[in-house]
């Protein structure tokens, strides 16, 4: 009897453990990559103004927070150096600060932006994975920031987030030695390499489709999916943009993968077996809602997002037809991170909002919009059950409400 109960006393311990690692904001758009969020509750009433908490100097760089437990941690720009920063989340004291010696030349076109890093970190059993803007991956302990591993691709330009997938972590670099790579969590060794095409600034997901798991993300020319234990690509269509710009994070709702790009239709797709083979089927496509920068969320059979057109209009789709429900009045935001949270959308902006929505059918909405930040929002931000972490051009910040 007291054997059954210390294993079920362990069993206990190692669900509600569990628990916690699956609420924690633990990676690029949250726990599962999808922008919904699992730990905040909104509040029956949002306030006329929230409070904040703290506010600490950050350094540069679009890299959104990462939250576990009672810590915060940051990966961004001071000096010539990248850094990753762990903040205590109620106070926002410094726990401990690890960097590494990082230059980099902008090019000319990108001159309106900082010099990055651009990648959010995936926090993964107690290890920290960061991905540099010149390509360096590195692996750092949680508790203490030591480094564990570090691998530099001299990429010419590094802004997908990494994945972690079982023991791997997954990362496309560019530059001459352009590849999809998986390596070891705990070592740094590589288990397998895919160059197929350059990356181009999306990050993957993980979904399944006809019972096999597949690692979905836009690359340069293409949307592929690759068998995450082994590399071997499972499918891949074309999909261009202007500039080879494709950005946007994939969805999977209803059972279709929804994807978009510049200038070009949101599509929703169906990831069919035949013949052995796998396919992408086209289920439908919308050219009224392209979407650039900003990807999208989906909630309820609707996915909520932003088109670039009209200087950025929110909208709403149905998931399963494709068909528009509402757009938003235009010159709405050059850049919005969406999430849902129970029954509104949180939406940060590069206008240095924060607005409330209602998720709904039939048109848009605002709760409230609250300006946190005089410089824009370009990090997702990041939610503990108390409040949301944000990251604008230099600081990072926590609020209430």
Avoid at 85 to 90: E, F, I, N, P, R
Avoid at 192 to 209: Q, R
Avoid at 265 to 292: C, F, H, S
Wanted: aromatic letters at 10%; proline letters at 6%.
């Amino acid at each position: 009897m007291m054997t059954l109960k210390i294993v079920a006393c362990a069993l206990l311990v190692g669900t509600t453990l569990l628990s916690a690692q699956t609420q924690d904001w633990s990676q690029w758009r949250g726990p599962k990559r999808d922008g919904v969020v699992m730990n905040f509750t909104p509040p029956a009433t949002w306030p006329e103004r929230p409070k904040r908490v703290w506010k600490v100097p950050a350094g540069l760089g679009h890299s959104s927070p990462i939250v576990a437990g009672d810590r915060v941690y940051l990966f961004s720009r001071i000096g010539e150096q990248e850094v990753l920063t762990a903040y205590d989340v109620a106070t926002g004291d410094q726990a401990w600060r690890q960097g590494y010696d990082a230059p980099y030349q902008m090019h000319p076109a990108m001159a309106s932006h900082d010099k990055g890093p651009k990648s959010t970190p995936v926090l993964d059993r107690g290890r920290i994975f960061t991905l540099g803007i010149s390509g360096i991956l590195s692996a750092f302990d949680q508790a203490t920031g030591k480094i564990a591993w570090r691998h530099d691709s001299a990429s010419e330009f590094s802004s997908m987030s990494p994945i972690v997938d079982g023991d791997y972590v997954i990362a496309h670099v560019g530059g001459a030695t352009s590849a999809m790579i998986a390596f070891n969590r705990m070592t740094g060794a590589r288990v397998w390499t895919w160059k197929g095409d350059g990356p181009g600034y999306a990050s993957p997901i993980v979904a399944t489709f006809g019972g096999t798991r597949h690692l979905v993300t836009q690359t340069r020319v293409h949307i592929v999916a690759l068998a995450p234990a082994d590399g071997r690509e499972l499918w891949r269509a074309p999909f261009t943009t202007l500039y080879d710009q494709n950005i946007i994070t994939s969805v999977a709702a209803g059972g279709l993968l929804i994807y978009s790009g510049q200038a070009k239709p949101t599509i929703g797709a169906r990831v069919v077996q035949e013949g052995g083979a796998w396919k992408l089927q086209e289920v439908w496509r919308n050219e009224d809602v392209p979407m650039y920068m900003s990807s999208p969320v989906a909630s309820g059979g609707v996915l909520y997002g932003l088109t670039h057109r009209n200087r950025g209009q929110f909208f709403a789709l149905d998931a399963a037809t494709g068909k528009t429900l509402w757009t938003s009045p235009p010159r709405q935001a050059e850049n919005a991170a969406l999430t849902v949270a129970t029954n509104v959308l949180i939406v940060t902006t590069t206008e240095g909002e924060l607005i409330v929505m209602p998720m709904s059918k039939q048109g848009h909405g605002v709760i409230r919009k609250y300006t946190l930040a005089e410089s824009p929002i370009w990090a997702h931000p990041a939610f503990t059950p108390a409040g949301v972490l944000v990251k604008d051009a230099e600081t990072l910040s926590f609020w209430t409400f």
